[in-house]
């Protein structure tokens, strides 16, 4: 159970941000012992790849803060996040971390279904942010753009860490980014509303 709300956490960071899941999990499974990736995933401990990771999350952490081109990023990001959520699921599947220490009691005969799951979990968060972050540009011409996007930073590497620390807390970030993301779309419909109701004749 615990590996899948371990999967399940790296693969909702990844939609909000493809690299910092990811980044997290090769740097801990290289300097801590908090995460021990199976032969198979140890790739991810490459020095050289974790240097691209890292290159790659400060161009999307620029980029994902300037108005207009966020959304570019968003567009682009559509094909990356889903594919670093099924990789970091697929990892944490088959990871032995603090709190799983039979990692291959899931999962086991079929190693591409973890990976399947983390795609459709990340595509599914990736939407959320992309619709939230098109509302939230709209009202405030792009200015909201730096600040929603530090948010979102820092839930990602959050939920990246009590992914593999506490995995049962997993639950409560994914719960409260549904619920936010349902209050956001309410906000943005009555506003819709309200602008039609309006307009002269309406």
């Known amino acids: ?68 081109v966020d959304h570019v990023n968003d567009v682009l990001q559509t094909v990356v996040r889903p594919t670093a959520g099924g990789l970091a699921f697929g990892a944490a599947a088959s990871a032995e971390t603090t709190t799983v220490s039979d990692p291959a009691q899931f999962f086991s005969s079929n190693q591409w279904v973890p990976v399947v799951v983390g795609i459709v979990i990340s595509l599914c968060v990736h939407a959320m942010k992309a619709a939230f972050r098109a509302g939230a540009n709209a009202v405030t011409v792009g200015f909201a753009a730096p600040v929603v996007s530090v948010v979102e930073d820092v839930v990602a590497v959050s939920l990246s860490l009590v992914a593999i620390i506490l995995p049962i807390v997993v639950v409560v970030f994914v719960v409260g980014l549904i619920l936010v993301f349902w209050w956001a779309m309410r906000r943005r419909r009555a506003r819709r509303e309200a602008r039609l109701a309006a307009r002269p004749g309406y």
């Open 1 to 68: 159970m615990f590996e899948v709300l371990t999967g399940t956490g790296l693969a909702a960071s990844a939609g909000l941000n493809a690299y910092i899941p990811l980044l997290t999990v090769g740097l801990l499974a290289k300097y801590t012992e908090l995460i021990s990736l199976p032969q198979s995933w140890q790739w991810l401990e490459n020095p050289f790849i974790l240097l691209i990771l890292g290159g790659l999350l400060a161009i999307e952490f620029v980029a994902d803060k300037v108005p207009a």
